[in-house]
């Protein structure tokens, strides 16, 4: 039998694990969707401008050269999510056979039910703001020659939106 330290650190170890899986789990999802819904989040939104002088149909080619290379951006990080996940699986699976091998059965089974716990509750955290986040960019800025229009939604609160978009860049935030 062993130590309850070792059963503790193992224990930990997998909640560790399971954490970083739901979260790399999330960010995957959350780029697929946006690439579906062809949304740039702003930290693969590629900000350059042409220095030179350019008519409408030059500019609107950069402009397409940037949301291509930031969608490809998007789907090299969903790769990078793929391997980081396998890996992490394979991890897991390690930390499962060890705290199987060192708890009895009983015991083993109420540990991943705590887990199974543990990995619903932070799923839900996790696709809740990601959802908050997606409507976020749907209805973020639309530039449109270099004016930026923001839509807000059209509800009693459209007011309170506007300022909580202009104080903190985020219309849902309106706990002034």
Known sequence: MAYPETE?????RLKKVIGKICRY?????????????DLIPTG???????DLETNRYEAASVSDILHKTSLSLMSESVAVCDRVLKETQLVKMGYE?????IISKP???KKLCELTDLSLK????LLRNKKRKLKLLRTRKI?????SVLLI???GNCFFRCIAAEIFDDPENMNL
């Open 153 to 155: 939604e059209k509800d």
């Open 8 to 12: 503790y650190i193992e224990f930990a």
């Open 44 to 50: 693969f939104d590629i900000k350059w401008k042409i």
């Open 143 to 147: 530039s449109a020659d270099d004016q």
């Open 107 to 109: 015991q083993f089974d």
């Open 122 to 125: 932070m799923k839900i955290d």
């Open 97 to 101: 056979s060890k705290l199987s091998s």
């Open 25 to 37: 789990e999330s960010h995957r999802q959350f780029l697929l969707d946006c690439i579906n819904s």
